[in-house]
């Protein structure tokens, strides 16, 4: 496995384990609140759906930014939750716990994955030098 498909592999592995806790937290979401577990479906759908589009297509870069702004928008989410709630969603901030930063670490390094594959330098084309000489 070349380190540009390890990459991917962590990716796509990020977006299922996050896709599988959020899943796992909805009902305990929608006793909070409907906004708030209606977020964690959506949440879970997205990764879910990220995770078999990338299986398919591994190295698609807008794939690939889909889940970078996916996995971003939930570390940004979380931290909105923590701090100051989410409108909506969930007004009071909430308690910081072992498995949402467990989570939180996970997709960190699935958007990191994600960003140096989209941010990887391209190989220029070169030109062939000439044959021959010119006299």
Do not use: Q
């Amino acid at each position: 496995m070349s380190l540009t498909e390890l990459k991917g592999a962590v990716v796509i592995l990020a977006c299922a384990v996050s896709a599988g806790i959020h899943g796992a937290l909805v009902p305990a979401h929608f006793d909070e609140s409907t906004g708030a577990g209606l977020g964690f479906v959506g949440a879970t759908l997205a990764l879910a759906g990220l995770v078999v589009w990338l299986t398919l297509r591994p190295a698609n870069a807008p794939l690939l930014a889909a889940a970078a702004v996916t996995l971003a928008g939930l570390l940004a989410s979380y931290a909105l939750a923590i701090t100051t709630g989410l409108p909506l969603l969930h007004a009071d901030p909430e308690p910081v716990d072992a498995l949402a930063l467990g989570t939180k670490a996970i997709e960190a390094l699935g958007l990191l994955a994600a960003s140096r594959l989209l941010w990887r330098p391209r190989i220029a084309a070169t030109v062939p030098e000439p044959k021959g000489t010119l006299t």
